[in-house]
DNA sequence: GTTAGTGGTATGCTTATCCGACCAGTCCAA
DNA sequence: TTGGACTGGTCGGATAAGCATACCACTAAC
């Protein structure tokens, strides 16, 4: 046991002083949970106006928790007007613009675009770099082979949003640095709704696997120049079409 | 409500397709919360062995929870071994090594300390050249105040560490990026532990003072050559100490 | 020895979650 | 048009978590 002796500290006579470093605690029933889950679903892009959500059953079955509480969720979303229920249809989304209230909501609504663009821009910069030098044979072969499934997906732009995803994790996940990892996938889920949209635009699946396909052979030849040089338009194309959507939106 | 029309999208014939999407929810109650919070607060530093923990009752007041819920997280890690529970004595810390297993866990020990400092001095270098070249007279008038406050904790390391925190975070709050600002906040609270016993060596308060200083001079000089100069140098100050404590740990 | 502050225990209540069964509505293929 | 599969809607009984309040027993400082 890694016990060391130290120097003995003022102990804060006031206890509320250290509780307070703890604060309130949300109180969070499954309920909120799953609500926000589906609602980060909804926010995110996966599902859109119009989409059927998966039966109550399937959605039990597959977070393992009873109907019943996954009813409580639904309802929950049904009662802000993001869902639309019907007895013996599927449920479906009825709006996506849904109140920003749990942890998860803090991600989507409270960075404008310039920041995330900026820190992505940062970050993604040096994860290319350090990717293009220490990435292996077997990591390019998962991009190769991620590019192939892209290509089997002009026509399914949500399932191209799938691998899209999947190339850019294995990408970050090449760096060496776990840290960066992280921290650029997550700045990529921020902008999950953004890339959603500009997917579904004529020839936008093409032209990311393009870029994609740039990146690889970047990687491919251990270039760093190479592969921010390609990473940077790839990131100014999404940057400059996200701007465009939300200026339509 | 902001609808728009898109193509039709092949909408996954399989309900387990998006469904899977969500994945098996975790099950939390109050108590794994809070077991998990205070657990947080041990392996960040803030409790060290031999350490007194709030009573019960303040601790109940200040999460706004039942005095039973909190009972029952103390017991979960007095279970673990890691908290020492006696009739009639507050609440101690026996083990500062807690069994990873809650999501705020994954950022005290999944990282290693190399890639949290390299990840870390990518992102500070850009946060402080854009702070030293955005930051207001207000946010200057602040940082002096903070200066002052740590000179008055030259003999209260703990209460040092809470004005090294606020110091830093006004430094990256001035850069004008809320996500950079969050990014390197998450960074610097993952090195918290480190801190706290860096600066219960001796001298070490006085020597990050110093390094504060030549911080603040720069940002009063608006200079971000300057800025990244000094950040870099308590940086490599910080990961050196902490190095030579992991050492010796 | 006394007292304040601490952890320990008990009771009764409400809410959330669970499980299984069954009812009622919708939609599609025959 | 009809039947069946699939959907949401409802119900009853069980368990667990959390809450509030009160009181008991131990510890440590004065």
């Not at 109550?56 to 009813?71: G, K, Q």
């Not at 892209?150 to 190339?167: G, H, K, N, T, V």
């Not at 889920?189 to 990311?208: D, I, N």
């Amino acid at each position: 046991m890694n016990t060391q002796a130290r120097p003995a500290l003022r102990r804060p006579a006031d206890p509320a002083e250290t509780a307070d470093l703890l604060g309130s605690v949300p109180r969070q029933t499954m309920r909120d949970v799953i609500a926000q889950k589906l609602g980060a679903l909804i926010t995110s892009g996966v599902f859109g106006v119009g989409d059927e959500l998966p039966a109550e059953r399937a959605l039990a079955e597959a977070m393992e928790v009873s109907r019943d509480t996954v009813r409580g969720a639904i309802q929950t979303l049904a009662g802000q007007g993001v869902l639309r229920v019907v007895q013996g249809s599927r449920t479906t989304v009825a709006r996506t613009d849904i109140a920003v209230n749990g942890p998860e909501s803090r991600k989507v609504a409270q960075y404008d675009l310039g920041s995330v663009h900026a820190a992505r821009l940062l970050i993604e910069r040096q994860v290319i770099a350090e990717a293009a030098t220490r990435i292996t044979a077997k990591g390019l072969d998962r991009l190769a082979r991620s590019l192939v499934m892209q290509q089997d997906c002009l026509a399914d732009p949500l399932r191209f949003l799938i691998c899209d995803r999947e190339f850019h994790v294995l990408l970050y996940r090449a760096c060496g640095n776990p840290v960066l990892a992280d921290i650029a996938t997550d700045l990529y889920t921020y902008q999950l709704e953004a890339r959603r949209r500009a997917v579904s635009m004529a020839g936008a699946v093409q032209t990311s696997i393009c870029d994609h396909r740039a990146i690889f052979f970047a990687m491919e030849a251990r270039d760093p120049e190479a592969a921010m040089q390609a990473m940077a338009v790839h990131e100014d194309r999404i940057y400059q079409t996200t701007k465009t959507l939300l200026a339509e939106g």
